[in-house]
């Protein structure tokens, strides 16, 4: 995710919290947000898809998707 995009989500913020936001403004408000969960969710996922575990015996395993119930 860009800076701009940031400093625009941080910007409207500030704005909402001083005079409130138009509807315009909150509907752009949430979509750079859910822009922004999804970078970050998918900084982690490539993250956690580079990490190996070190066993006590000495083999290394890779983590996987675990699926939820």
């Known amino acids: ?8 989500i941080n910007e409207l913020y500030k704005k909402s919290k001083d005079a409130g936001l138009t509807q315009e403004e909150q ?3 949430a979509e750079l947000r859910s822009a922004y969960i999804q ?8 993250t956690l898809n580079n990490i ?3 066993n006590p015996d000495g083999t290394v395993t890779e983590l996987s ?3 939820l119930q």
């Open 1 to 8: 995710m860009e800076n701009l995009n940031i400093d625009r």
């Open 52 to 54: 190996s575990l070190l």
């Open 65 to 67: 998707k675990k699926k």
């Open 27 to 29: 509907k752009e408000q």
């Open 39 to 46: 970078a970050i969710r998918n900084n982690l996922r490539g």
